[in-house]
């Protein structure tokens, strides 16, 4: 079966993710560490199979809504699709103060 959709990443979005990674690497675990990069980047390429999986993004709610989020162990990954894109924006704590998210967001 040939993919229906390309996988475009924000700049932002995988530097969170490093940023993260080395985070749970230094104050959790390697393990830790290699589970959360791991679980992003396999729900990521799930996505390819069915983007509409995830719920819209609480936070990030527009009218109409565009923004999904995967939860990944506390933190979540914001993505959109469009046509034959999906788009992968951000990545946050979902303890960050809400109006810093939408500040976060790419243009």
Not at 18 to 43: G, H, M, Q, T, W
Not at 83 to 95: A, D, M, N, Q
Request: net charge neutral; glycine share 2%; hydrophobic share 40%.
């Amino acid at each position: 079966m040939e993919n229906a959709y390309d996988i475009a990443w924000d700049e932002n979005a995988l530097r969170a993710v490093r940023k993260i990674f080395n985070y749970l690497k230094k104050n959790a675990s390697e393990a830790a560490a290699l589970k959360f990069r791991s679980d992003v980047f396999d729900s990521i390429d799930a996505l390819i199979e069915q983007p509409e999986r995830y719920v819209y993004d609480r936070i990030l709610l527009e009218n109409p809504p565009r923004y999904r989020s995967i939860p990944i162990g506390g933190y979540r990954v914001v993505y959109e699709f469009k046509t034959e894109v999906i788009f992968v924006l951000l990545v946050y704590h979902s303890r960050q103060n809400p109006e810093k998210i939408r500040k976060e967001m790419p243009s």
